[in-house]
């Protein structure tokens, strides 16, 4: 809360200096991941905030199922948390944010190929930490 607080404080404070050359969001991302990497540096280990939705009260009429769901919720994002930090960031950014490939070579500020590369590696990192459990 507190980096998201500071994000939107410096963006305000530097918009009179924004030259507006693409997305607003990819401008505050960019602040967002540059306070993150700068809080992660100064801090070793990040705690989890406490799982949100896991029961999100969807409409499965069996409880199993939708403990079940929950339980791959739990554990495709432990193994999205346990891939290298640059992958992470890419997987964060293209799925659960729904940037773009580009955007995130701005937000990131790497070429569009490192990205592509990154998302690759994540997905097949992914697949074959979660092969045969579903």
Same mark, same amino acid.
């Given at each position: 809360?507190? /980096?998201? *607080?500071?994000?939107?404080?410096?963006?305000?404070?530097?918009?009179?200096?924004?030259?507006?050359?693409?997305? %607003?969001k990819a401008y505050l991302y960019t602040?967002?991941?540059? $306070?993150?990497?700068?809080? *992660?540096?100064?801090?070793?280990? &990040?705690? $989890?905030?406490?799982?949100?939705?896991?029961?999100?009260?969807?409409?499965?009429?069996?409880?199993?199922? %939708?403990?079940?769901? %929950?339980?791959?919720?739990l554990e495709i994002r432990k193994a999205? /948390?346990?891939?290298?930090?640059?992958?992470? *960031?890419?997987? &964060?950014?293209?799925?659960?944010?729904?940037?773009? *490939?580009?955007?995130?070579?701005?937000? /990131?500020? &790497?070429? /569009?190929?490192?990205?592509?590369?990154?998302?690759?590696?994540?997905?097949?990192?992914? %697949?074959?930490? $979660?092969?045969?459990?579903?």
């Amino acid at each position: 809360e507190d /980096l998201t *607080q500071e994000t939107f404080e410096r963006f305000f404070l530097s918009l009179d200096r924004y030259c507006h050359r693409g997305k %607003a969001k990819a401008y505050l991302y960019t602040i967002a991941g540059n $306070l993150c990497r700068d809080y *992660q540096k100064k801090e070793k280990e &990040i705690p $989890l905030p406490p799982e949100e939705g896991v029961f999100d009260g969807s409409t499965a009429a069996d409880p199993a199922d %939708a403990a079940e769901k %929950a339980a791959c919720r739990l554990e495709i994002r432990k193994a999205v /948390l346990d891939l290298p930090m640059p992958l992470q *960031q890419v997987v &964060i950014l293209y799925y659960f944010h729904g940037l773009k *490939q580009r955007e995130i070579a701005k937000v /990131l500020q &790497i070429g /569009l190929p490192l990205v592509k590369y990154r998302l690759r590696q994540a997905k097949n990192l992914l %697949a074959e930490r $979660l092969k045969g459990r579903g």
